[in-house]
């Protein structure tokens, strides 16, 4: 089993910046790729970034990149979303998800592609 903790939200205003971490513990060798998704109110949830751990690709949804980089510290066990040039629209709850390497290492946008979940973290961007 993999457990996932989100942690660095917050308020800011737009323009500001914020990191998100989200600390994988547990089975943390049994899952290779991990994904930041986020969901707004009255959203679907939708794909933000991904990275495969043990070496580094990564992928964005087209509405960050630029403006948000993922990252990793494989000796802490963490994922990083550092998140730049923040808009009102990035409003909502932030999650990170782990895909177990059972389903192979490969970058994963899909949120049915991952297994197991955080329990998210709020970041609000004001106008």
């Known amino acids: 089993q993999v457990q996932l903790a989100e942690s660095g939200g917050g308020m800011v205003q737009a323009g500001g910046s914020l990191r998100l971490a989200c600390a994988v513990s547990g089975r943390s060798f049994s899952s290779c790729v991990v994904g930041w998704f986020r969901q707004a109110p009255g959203k679907e949830r939708e794909f933000v970034s991904t990275i495969i751990r043990n070496i580094g690709t990564r992928d964005y949804a087209d509405s960050v990149k630029g403006r948000f980089t993922i990252s990793r510290d494989n000796a802490k066990n963490t994922v990083y979303l550092e998140m730049n040039s923040l808009k009102p629209e990035d409003t909502a709850v932030y999650y990170c998800?782990?895909?177990?390497?059972?389903?192979?290492?490969?970058?994963?946008?899909?949120?049915?592609?991952?297994?197991?979940w955080g329990q998210g973290t709020q970041v609000t961007v004001s106008s």
């Open positions: 998800a782990a895909s177990s390497t059972l389903r192979g290492c490969v970058l994963k946008s899909r949120a049915h592609d991952y297994d197991f």
